[in-house]
């Protein structure tokens, strides 16, 4: 019994009972505390937290007791299991205590939360685990005390012991899943903990935000001035009184906070400047967001799927991987991704367009501040409109001051970022288990699907996403996916079309905001519409995605139709120098060109139009390429198909299979869009009411459904002619291995049915004979004649013939292509090249069924 004592971490055999004793001494300390815990001592949360971890390992070695005592192999097992569970409960627990550094004592600061719900919350889950434990070691000290009655008593009396050994059992396993629900619950409770910990003492994985937004604060320095409401700045307000040591003050209400000496380096929330009070507003505008993603699975609407928002906006840097970025990047776009205008000004990222007297840029510009003060001017103005459009993929920080100065919906955010925010869901929680360790590396990508998008036709009328898709020739090596730079363009997926050519898609969303107005000020409407390309995408530092490599890259244009264009005076303006570089419609620089001034003010969805348009026209090029591409399939199948039959197992079917679905998704995409077309976007949004604008308006939508419904019909023709090769191939590969079964089974035949020897025994004999009656006539040529010049004449001849009658199958089958076939090791490649069956070659290996070729990627350019 020493030596099992020692193996379970036990230096003798006495040592287990005195540990698990000591929990009768514990017991009473946590009741105690348990009482007080209403008050506000900071000293009952951590004690609290001690004592139930020592009160778990009492509960381990009540357990080991048990086990030690009990002479019954069956009993012990179970009691190990139980000992297994309790052993994970305290691995959670201490995992749960590091990742809130419980152990560095700052459970303090939860009394400074000014409602105190999430120190009530944590003090009765304590609490619980109290009485948890409590009744975890009745139990355990009950189960040391029945293999001894079972002993001693009658054997009547031992089927009574053994029920209550297993009503024990069953009670500590009761316990043992209450352990489980108060941990989790614990857990649930670790980003409230870690964000009191970023506010109150400027630490933990939530500071850099909070650190950030100071930042921003500090970067408008205003002594003693005033903001529009006549509030003085914080420095101002400091000079007049400065708190005493170890207190800070709240600048304009001057009531003491409180805290330590070791948070005065953290400044509260004040009613200073305006840039601090927008620095605020991002603030509030990301914590609502994390605790909408923390709310409760059995809520009625559970906040799971803004997880990765939350943990995305809460990002100040790019990642460890991306380049390097200054602090200015975070609200200044840098050179690489603005552009310059006529005049040669250079303009940012973000760029607004007047709907008033034509398409001309308003201003440029380069923060959330600049955006903000843009949508006040517009409410101010009544009735003024603006369209704003975002390139790219602007830093977390970035993102959530435009939502905030635009009144953006987070579902906006989290709807375009969805293939660009990292599935990490899991990064920073507690694990529940070890065996959960394993499951995350092996399958963490699966557990945290947002199994919500796509969503329902009537929840994206105010969210309309389009996807336009970039040509280019060459196809290029490809790379692993990574993770989107700020800055850069966003690429949602890429494929390769045939020998020359390369596809990337991209997607624009576009939602309208109404803006209520001042005073007597009628409301106006905000435009936002967000592209994944950036102006250029370009950059000499470092090559990115799988449509750039060493080699040149050319493009093919989007190019729309304007009548007469060309008659028309153009800037000629040469092509970039750049080494690569791909095409899109460039939104951002020529938008408005076509569209009417007076109606695009009052119709949102008109404002629209042209990148609908631009989107139709692009889907357009795709569909003709796509239709190209399977005339040369047929082209090629139809004129080799006499010289070379394609075998089973022939990459061709792969990418026919492949490029089949991209047009299949194609196609859903166009029917989802015309029906957006045929409801004019969302009903809230501001029309047209005049008669000639509405008649306008409804003229230029009907054209957009009209292209749509042909582009509808046309990607389905293509699909169906896909469709047929890919059955024609099916066809080919069956037919084949069936010939060469009937070849087989023919040159396999029975005995009683193979009258080959027969046939040539009957001619040989036939010929013998006349052989012999020749040479036996009475000829006068013939009667000198030797006996043996008969022999020497029917040898040969009888050889012969039997040569050609055992021949003859062969030489019938020979230049027949059923025969080629067997005898060819390889697979055709006319129809492919070289570097498309390896890439083919490659997918087949990786992938067993067609439909799970698909890699989404999100990459920088």
């Known amino acids: 019994m020493e030596l099992q004592a020692r193996s379970n971490g036990f230096k003798s055999e006495d040592e287990a009972p005195q540990i698990a004793t000591s929990i009768t001494q514990a017991l009473p300390q946590i009741t105690e505390f348990a009482a007080e815990s209403s008050l ?23 357990i080991e007791h048990a086990v030690l005592a009990n002479g019954n192999t069956l009993e012990k097992v179970r009691l190990r299991d139980l000992q297994t569970r309790l052993q994970e409960h305290e691995i959670r627990f201490e995992v749960w205590k590091a990742d809130c550094s419980i152990s560095d004592g700052w459970l303090s600061v939860i009394q400074d939360v000014s409602d ?86 400027g630490q933990g994985p939530y500071a850099n935000i909070r650190e950030t937004v100071d930042q921003i604060s500090r970067k408008y320095p205003d002594d003693g001035a005033e903001d529009d409401e006549g509030n003085k700045s914080e420095s101002a307000v400091e000079k007049e009184e400065e708190p005493t040591s170890g207190e800070q003050r709240c600048p304009k209400c001057k009531h003491s906070t409180a805290m330590p000496t070791n948070m005065s380096k953290r400044r509260k929330p004040d009613h200073g400047t305006k840039a601090e009070k927008d620095g605020e507003d991002v603030y509030n505008y990301v914590d609502r967001i994390v605790r909408h993603s923390q709310r409760a699975k059995h809520s009625a609407y559970a906040g799971e799927n803004y997880v990765r928002l939350a943990n995305y906006l809460q990002k100040t ?23 310059k205008n006529e005049m040669g000004k250079s303009y940012g990222a973000i760029c607004t367009y007047d709907t008033h007297g034509g398409p001309k840029l308003r201003e440029s510009l380069s923060s959330p501040q600049q955006v903000s003060s843009v949508v006040q001017g517009v409410q101010a103005d009544g009735g003024a409109v603006c369209l704003i459009f975002l390139c790219g993929n602007p830093p977390p920080l970035m993102l959530a001051g435009l939502a905030v100065a ?12 969805s293939s660009l925010m990292e599935s ?99 409301g106006s409407w905000l435009a936002f519409v967000w592209d994944d390309s950036v102006i250029v995408v370009y950059s000499s530092d470092y ?57 695009k003010v009052v119709d949102a969805f008109y404002a ?119 059955g024609h191939l099916h066809a080919s590969q069956k037919a084949i291995p069936q010939t060469d079964h009937n070849l087989h089974a023919s040159q396999e035949v029975t005995p009683q049915t193979d009258y080959t020897k027969p046939v040539i025994a009957l001619v040989l004999i036939a010929f013998l004979i006349f052989t012999t009656s020749f040479f036996s006539m009475n000829f006068k040529e013939l009667q000198n004649i030797s006996v043996w010049i008969y022999f020497v004449v ?68």
């Open 424 to 522: 990490d869901d899991y990064r920073g929680k507690t694990i529940w288990s070890i065996k959960e360790v394993s499951e995350l590396a092996i399958d963490g990508l699966s557990q945290s699907d947002d199994l919500t998008l796509p969503s329902l036709p009537s929840t994206s009328k105010n969210i309309v996403q389009l996807r336009y898709t970039s040509i280019g020739r060459k196809i290029p090596k490809e790379q692993q996916p990574r993770q989107g730079w700020p800055g850069k363009s966003i690429v949602r997926d890429s494929f390769s079309c045939g020998e020359d050519y390369l596809c990337i898609e991209q997607q624009i969303s576009m939602c309208v905001e109404q803006i209520p107005g001042k005073g007597d000020m009628r």
């Open 116 to 201: 105190g719900s999430l120190y009530r919350s944590i003090d009765n889950l304590f609490i619980r685990m109290h009485e948890t434990l409590k009744s975890l070691f009745s139990q355990m000290r009950h189960l040391q005390g029945l293999p001894i009655e079972a002993s001693s008593s009658e054997e009547d009396d031992s089927r009574a012991n053994f029920d209550s050994f297993d009503q024990a059992e069953q009670c500590a396993q009761t316990a043992c899943d209450t352990m489980t629900r108060t941990i989790h619950d614990l857990a649930e409770l670790q980003p409230n903990i870690q964000m009191a910990q970023a506010v109150y003492l």
């Open 543 to 599: 090559s990115a995605g799988p449509w750039l490599d060493d080699e040149y890259v050319k493009s093919v244009p989007t190019i729309p139709f304007r009548r007469k264009i060309a008659l028309e005076d153009a800037n000629y303006e040469k092509n970039p120098e750049h080494r690569k570089h791909y095409n899109s419609r460039l939104f951002q620089t020529c938008y408005g060109e076509n569209l009417n001034p007076g109606l």
């Open 317 to 339: 840097g790019s990642g460890s991987e991306g380049p390097p970025i200054s602090n200015k990047f975070a609200f200044m776009q840098e050179a690489n991704v603005s552009w």
């Open 608 to 726: 629209f139009h042209e990148i609908f348009e631009a989107c139709a026209f692009s889907e357009l090029q795709f569909l003709n390429l796509m239709e190209k591409q399977v005339n040369q399939y047929w082209a090629k199948r139809l004129t080799e198909y006499h010289k070379e039959a394609t075998t089973q197992g022939d990459p061709t079917l792969v990418s026919l299979e492949r490029t089949r679905m991209h047009i299949e998704e194609h196609v859903h995409r166009l029917q989802a869009t015309r029906r957006l077309i045929q409801h004019r976007g969302d009903p809230q949004w501001p029309r047209a009411t005049a008669g000639k604008d509405v008649e306008k308006a409804e003229a230029a939508a009907r054209q957009l459904e009209e292209d749509f419904h042909y582009l509808v019909d046309r990607a389905r023709i293509i699909r169906d002619k896909y469709l047929d090769l890919i």
């Open 406 to 417: 635009c009144h953006l919906d987070p579902e906006f955010l989290r709807r375009h970022l």
């Open 794 to 861: 029917s040898t040969p001849l009888v050889l012969g013939l039997t040569a050609v009658f055992s021949l003859w199958s062969k030489l019938s089958n020979f230049g027949s292509p059923v025969n080629r076939t067997t005898e060819r090791k390889e697979p055709s490649t006319s129809m492919r090249s070289e570097l498309e069956k390896k890439e083919e070659r490659a997918i087949s290996a990786r992938f067993h069924i067609p439909g799970l070729y698909r890699r989404r990627t999100t990459l920088p350019v």
């Open 40 to 62: 506000s001592s900071t000293a009952v949360l951590n004690n609290h937290c001690d004592v139930c971890s020592q009160n778990l390992r009492a509960c381990i070695a009540a």
